[in-house]
Each structure stands twice: as structure tokens, then as C-alpha cells.
């Protein structure tokens, strides 16, 4: 069972394509079709201005009838696609998980100290090790 693959950024929430010393992870979130007239993907408001994407926006709206949804609870109902490559045991394989980032705990390399994270996480088919894609974070 291959996972789609996004052709464009504009099928996608979320992107991202990383690598986690010695192995990688490429995961992806697809816009959802509206509830309401179907028709359409929902995504983050457009700036009348410049129409592009309001970063910090706190909801999703369809483009065509104008619905609207939250964005915490919007995101909770998608499905993140991940590519990846083991760190531990490299083994290479593919997995669909729930869009829900927990916060899990990272050891800051520079003062030693544990501070927590949002991340994905989800485990290695074959050893069973748990593989976080976490936020970008500022100073680690």
C-alpha cells in the first residue's frame, strides 16, 4: 500500500522532510474537503491584499461557501502521511497516523536539560523505537 504523495505545497497543510542522524522522516498533512458543500479544500484564510495564507490564522475556511472551523479541532480530525527511515535500525517503511502533536519530552544539547516539545510521534514497525518529528524550535 503506497501513501499519495503531494504533486504541490498547496495539497498541504503541513510539510516537512527531515533527517534524525541516521535516518529520515518525510511527513505530510492533505487539506481537507469541506464539510458543508464538499466541494472544495478547506485552508487558512487568504490576505485580501498580497492572497496569501494568514500564518498565525486560528481557523480554516472553504474558499467557495465560506464555512468556517477551528482550527484546534479542524486539525484533530486529519491524517499525517509519513515516509521514514529508521534511526535506530534503518529499517525503511510508511505509516498514516492521526495529525495530533503531544508533547514529549527533548534533552537541549547546549544546557543538558530536558524541555519539552510538540511532536508526532509514532513507532518503528520492526523495533518498535519511538520516532518524534517535532515543531521547528528556536535554540536547539
Not at 497516523?97 to 508533547?103: A, E, H
Request: proline share 6%; with cysteine; net charge positive.
Amino acid at each position: 500500500m503506497a501513501i499519495k504523495q503531494p504533486n504541490s505545497m498547496d495539497e498541504c497543510i503541513y510539510f516537512t522532510n527531515r533527517t534524525m542522524g541516521s535516518g529520515k522522516v518525510k511527513s505530510w498533512v492533505f487539506k481537507a474537503k469541506c464539510p458543508e458543500c464538499k466541494n472544495d479544500k478547506m485552508g487558512k484564510p487568504r490576505d485580501p491584499k498580497t492572497g496569501k495564507p494568514k500564518i498565525r490564522a486560528t481557523e480554516y475556511v472553504c474558499p467557495s461557501c465560506k464555512h468556517s472551523e477551528e482550527k484546534k479541532a479542524h486539525e484533530e480530525t486529519l491524517t499525517a502521511c509519513i515516509i521514514y527511515t529508521c534511526p535506530e535500525c534503518s529499517h525503511k517503511d510508511e505509516i498514516e497516523i492521526p495529525y495530533k502533536r503531544k508533547n514529549v519530552p527533548i534533552i537541549n544539547e547546549k544546557t543538558g536539560k530536558k524541555v519539552y516539545a510538540k511532536a508526532l510521534q509514532f513507532e518503528c514497525k520492526k523495533c518498535k523505537a519511538k520516532i518524534n518529528v517535532t515543531k521547528k524550535m528556536k535554540g536547539l
